[in-house]
T-cell receptor, first 111, second 115 residues
């Protein structure tokens, strides 16, 4: 079955550490996205990529970095520069914007 | 640019009552519109979408929404609420014909269903 996988489901990080969240899709979609969800804030766009080896900042990119070396993979690194990284992170993909597929999410907690 | 406003961060209904969740959008070009549902600690599930075909869109679990261009609205309705409908609902917009297909979300509406 085609879909998006995210790992891990839960992630704990100590202050000052970088962590990388995985996102993989087998839908052959060109575009991929990372969103951050906080209670009462909805989903806010962190980074997106429309094609391999290219990506753009979203609305809240500070403290995050991404790479897009393969079409099916779009990992997100939460760096130590992110002041408040505790949140639920969702990855999504689309081909042409008429339908978006979302992964199950990763909940990141800073200890 | 596009934006979404969901009126009411929390809606409470009785089981069997009408569900109405409000969504207004702003878009510089004809939009694509979506409603998603989210259960605790899970990802988003698509309920329905409008992509410039019929203005009355029927989705899963008995939900439907009507695209009203004159009112820039895309309200979600269900005639009779069920306990299992209790969840958070998100309205989202993207631009048809856009080059980046960014999906912009509202802040969500938490639906509570009372027995």
């Amino acid at each position: 079955d085609g879909g998006i996988t995210q790992s891990p489901k839960y992630l704990f990080r100590k202050e000052g550490q970088n962590v990388t969240l995985s996102c993989e899709q087998n839908l052959n979609h060109d575009a991929m996205y990372w969103y951050r969800q906080d209670p009462g804030q909805g989903l806010r766009l962190i980074y997106y990529s429309q094609i391999v080896n290219d990506f753009q900042k979203g609305d809240i990119a500070e403290g995050y970095s991404v790479s897009r070396e393969k079409k099916e993979s779009f990992p997100l690194t939460v760096t130590s520069a992110q002041k408040n990284p505790t949140a639920f992170y969702l990855c999504a993909s689309t081909q042409g914007g008429r339908g978006y597929y979302f992964g199950p999410g990763t909940r990141l907690t800073v200890l | 640019a596009q934006s979404v406003t969901q009126l009411g961060s929390h809606v409470s209904v009785s089981e069997g009552a009408l569900v109405l969740l409000r969504c207004n959008y702003s878009s510089s070009v004809p939009p694509y519109l979506f409603w998603y549902v989210q259960y605790p600690n899970q990802g988003l599930q698509l309920l329905l979408k409008y992509t410039s075909a019929a203005t009355l869109v029927k989705g899963i679990n008995g939900f439907e929404a009507e695209f009203k261009k004159s009112e820039t609205s895309f309200h979600l309705t269900k005639p009779s609420a069920h306990m299992s409908d209790a969840a958070e609902y998100f309205c989202a917009v993207s631009l048809s014909g856009g080059s980046n297909y960014k999906l912009t979300f509202g802040k969500g509406t938490l639906l509570t269903v009372n027995p």
